[in-house]
């Protein structure tokens, strides 16, 4: 089956630096996608990767390793806003999306 | 932000009515996708479309039929809602089948109840 682990929830503190961990099994790989839903909010594109190494945009940055199925999204100089779920998604060979269940990040001041 | 419009924004119904929840994008996209979210699962594919009049099941695709008779409008309909179809559900579009394509934009999403 078609799988993708991230953890449920982690806690950090502002102004310092969070790795959000994803790890994924899937038929095929084309892409992935990391996206940040704040509560009640849609979910909005972060970062995709589809060849192996780290890709910075900004504050945020996205690493990949295709032969492990790992990926990891580093946060830099947290904000008070950047509380918010991230979610960890696969394009399989078939380029559906396989969503992971998200990671609820806390910031506390 | 990609133009995607879904409406209802909030619905409240009741069990064994028919449900028709809309998404209209003005973004040309060829693709179109309904998920649903529910706490401790990831968005579950519930039918996406490829193009006019093309469409395909998803994961949880049992209970909900959709139409797309316009590039622009996908429409999910709840045949005859029940409970555990009270969800968020959320609409959204790509461009297509390269990675960079298939960034996928969401809509505001609906917040259903059925009661």
């Known amino acids: 089956g078609q799988n993708i682990d991230q953890p449920t929830e982690m806690t950090a503190t502002e102004g310092a630096i969070v790795q959000i961990n994803c790890t994924y099994q899937?038929?095929?790989?084309?892409?992935l996608f990391w996206y940040q839903q704040h509560a009640g909010e849609a979910p909005t594109f972060l970062s995709y990767?589809?060849l192996d190494g780290l890709e910075e945009k900004g504050r945020f940055s996205s690493f990949l390793s295709r032969s492990k199925g790992y990926s990891y999204l580093l946060l830099k100089e947290l904000q008070m806003k950047d509380s918010a779920s991230y979610l960890c998604?696969?394009?399989?060979?078939?380029?559906?999306?396989?969503w992971g269940a998200g990671t609820k990040l806390i910031i506390k001041p | 932000d990609a133009g995607i419009t879904q409406s209802p924004r909030h619905k409240v119904t009741e069990t064994g009515t028919p449900v028709t929840l809309r998404c209209h994008q003005t973004?040309?996209?060829?693709?179109m996708y309904w998920y649903r979210q529910d706490p401790g699962h990831g968005l579950r594919l519930i039918h996406y479309?490829?193009?006019?009049?093309?469409?395909d099941k998803g994961e949880v695709s049992d209970g909900y039929s959709v139409s797309r008779s316009k590039t622009e409008d996908f429409l999910l309909t709840l045949e005859s809602a029940t409970s555990s179809q009270t969800s968020v559900y959320f609409c959204?579009?790509?461009?297509?089948?390269?990675?960079?394509?298939?960034?996928?934009?969401f809509g505001a999403g609906t917040r259903l109840s059925v009661l």
């Open positions: 998604a696969v394009t399989d060979s078939n380029y559906q999306l396989i």
């Open positions: 959204a579009i790509s461009g297509g089948d390269t990675p960079s394509k298939n960034i996928q934009y």
């Open positions: 973004e040309n996209h060829r693709y």
């Open positions: 990767n589809v």
């Open positions: 899937t038929s095929g790989f084309n892409g």
């Open positions: 479309s490829y193009g006019v009049k093309d469409t």
